[in-house]
T-cell receptor
Framework: DAKTTQPTSMDCAEGRAANLPCNHS???????VYWYRQIHSQGPQYIIH???NNETNEMASLIITEDRKSSTLILPHATLRDTAVYYCIVRVLHNAGNMLTFGGGTRLMVKP | SAVISQKPSRDICQRGTSLTIQCQVDSQVTMMFWYRQQPGQSLTLIAT?????????ESGFVIDKFPISRPNLTFSTLTVSNMSPEDSSIYLC???????????FGEGSWLTVV
């Protein structure tokens, strides 16, 4: 699976949009972009995933560039409870057998 | 989605002992995985738990130290054998439901070895 590069940490003001970037310049055509987050003391929580189209769900939006070499996770109105480590992972989907390979992630701190 | 329950959620263990962690999923799943997260670190895959056969281990992890069972489609166990303080970590179970390709995680089992 392709590797990803994320900033180590970011701050965001409560109520503002949090934009978390991820570079995946070696992504292959059949690799999806997945985002998870891990709030302290909990297991990773699935957020969203996409292939090439932008995606939105109740938690976040995922914007993938046209060349698919980078993406941005957007939390539209960050709250204190969104403080967590956010992981961007690229993964091939076949037979659901591909495990997730975690990098260092971005530690997002939402401040009052 | 899938709800994944792990037991114990937390334990303090004596050096040299072994502990078995249980993972129960609320629906049938195709794949189950075990991860380790050492203090301050990211997650590292230990192995893929295969139903009815031996687990597939990642580099650096061996069956004698981390025996894994998966007797059916919804249950798996991970044993941490002959523990040392270096085994103090969060151990996480994850699974992919039959209905999709997204991987979900349990809440983890926090082990402290003293």
């Amino acid at each position: 699976d392709a590797k990803t590069t994320q900033p180590t940490s970011m701050d965001c003001a409560e109520g503002r949009a949090a934009n978390l970037p991820c570079n995946h310049s070696t992504i292959s055509g059949n690799e999806y972009v997945y985002w998870y987050r891990q709030i302290h003391s909990q297991g990773p929580q699935y957020i969203i995933h996409g292939l090439k189209n932008n995606e939105t769900n109740e938690m976040a939006s995922l914007i993938i560039t046209e060349d698919r070499k980078s993406s941005t996770l957007i939390l539209p109105h960050a709250t204190l409870r969104d403080t967590a480590v956010y992981y961007c992972i690229v993964r091939v989907l076949h037979n659901a057998g591909n495990m997730l390979t975690f990098g260092g992630g971005t530690r997002l701190m939402v401040k009052p | 989605s899938a709800v994944i329950s792990q037991k114990p959620s937390r334990d303090i263990c004596q050096r040299g002992t072994s502990l078995t962690i249980q993972c129960q999923v609320d629906s049938q799943v195709t794949m189950m995985f075990w991860y380790r997260q050492q203090p301050g670190q990211s997650l590292t895959l230990i192995a893929t738990a295969n139903q009815g056969s031996e687990a597939t281990y990642e580099s650096g992890f061996v069956i004698d130290k981390f025996p894994i069972s998966r007797p059916n489609l919804t249950f798996s166990t991970l044993t941490v054998s002959n523990m040392s303080p270096e085994d103090s970590s969060i151990y996480l179970c994850s699974a992919t439901p039959n209905s999709g390709n997204t991987i979900y995680f349990g809440e983890g089992s926090w082990l402290t070895v003293v």
